[in-house]
């Protein structure tokens, strides 16, 4: 999809029609002009040529139970990314995007970050990737929509503020998806100034933090960006956050098995998350190499110990696990 010569070719025609066109493109989810049959047929032809709307993309089809698809996007450089789409039970569709081609964090236990680093998303392309399932349910269901985004994918929102910003303000725009921002969470390992830039937006988006860890010195080893931004400064940076926008905030951790999964490492953490307005979100650990997963029992006792210490805490569904869609398995390559 190139949309970059849309205003342009716009420009000469009357007012209405940016409304035609922005409904068909961001309401409708069309996939060729010629199915807007309100715009004149010469118009439709100009809009084909010049204004491509094919997204280029390939269908993880070996559908998980969970019923969760997963989608290799090839972008108009030929960078490949992943997006997923989570179908939950009361047909709620959430739609897992990537704000980076790769990941420059290199996270121990993420096939993203193995995979190194390419580029920035443009916020045309994080869109892209919305409109890409958008289509998919038109498709396949009427009724179903896009109910969510996370921005959860390949890559840190944060090191690429300005264009994940972009796009959730475009996808929050009552024009186009009109996604309300309390259903988009965006997830960083803990880059406090997009932290800092989040509190100050108008926007209400959800916040979670990668922690993984409840001390420097393993995050250290499982997470290199924490040499650069330490526990006490994100969770400064968060409780202002908290202060300044009165909402909660979610700390992802993973349960990996022998790494951060002891009972003393479950009190750690207790200790660190005693504040009312935090949650604490443990993720069964996805297998991509190095590491196992802690055991049901192991992440059923951990959670416990937070619990009877006050602490707020859910266990993730780990949803594309069997489709290798799952949190960090994205690796934007073909198989
Ligand atoms: N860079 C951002 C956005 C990625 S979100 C961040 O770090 O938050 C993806 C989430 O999945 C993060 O919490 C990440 O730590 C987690 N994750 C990475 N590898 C995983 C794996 N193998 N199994 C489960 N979760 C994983």
Known sequence: MNLAKLSSILQTEPKYRFAQVNKAIWQDFISSWQEVSNLPKALREK?????????RAELDINKGKNKSVKALITLIDGEAIETVLIRQKDKRNTVCVSSQVGCPLACEFCATGKFGFRRNLS??????QVVFW???LKAENKDEKVDNIVFMGMGEPFLNYAEFIK????LNNPETLNIGSRRMSVSTAGITEGIKRLAGEKMQINLAISLHAANDNLRKDLMPIAKKYNLHEILKTVDNYITKTGRRVMFEYLMIKEVNDSDRDALELAKLMRQPLYIVNLIPYNETGRFKSSSRERIEKFKKILEEAGVAVTVRLSFGADITAACGQLRGRKK
């Open 123 to 128: 916020s045309e392309e994080i869109v892209e």
């Open 47 to 55: 809009l084909e040529e010049e204004c491509p709307l094919e997204i």
């Open 134 to 136: 958008a289509r998919y």
């Open 167 to 170: 796009a959730a303000k475009f």
